[in-house]
């Protein structure tokens, strides 16, 4: 068996991956988990959900959201709710210009 050929562009699942974190965000008004884009996406596992965002990190769709030094000096932006896990990526403005979207402005 030959090893996949590195394709830059991403797949249609993850493409799919990309529409239901836009999507998830627009509706929680936050940056969405991987349970929330798994559950976008059909009930995948989560695990599946971290394959494709390591994998559309590779190919630059995708960062790690910084983490703050201390949370004294950088506030969080976006919280985690009670039982729910803080978000740990991003969308890079290579995903959004793919998508055709403007990246939403969180400074307001």
Known sequence: MS???YNPEPTERQVEFLRAYVS???ELGMPPTFRDIADAMGGISPSAVFTHAAELEEKGFVAKSPVPETPA???NLFP???GRRARSFRLTPRAWEFL???PPDFSR
Do not use: I
């Open 100 to 102: 055709g979207l403007e």
């Open 80 to 82: 985690a709710k009670p």
């Open 24 to 26: 998830t965000m627009s």
């Open 73 to 75: 000096r950088k506030p």
């Open 3 to 5: 090893p996949r050929a």
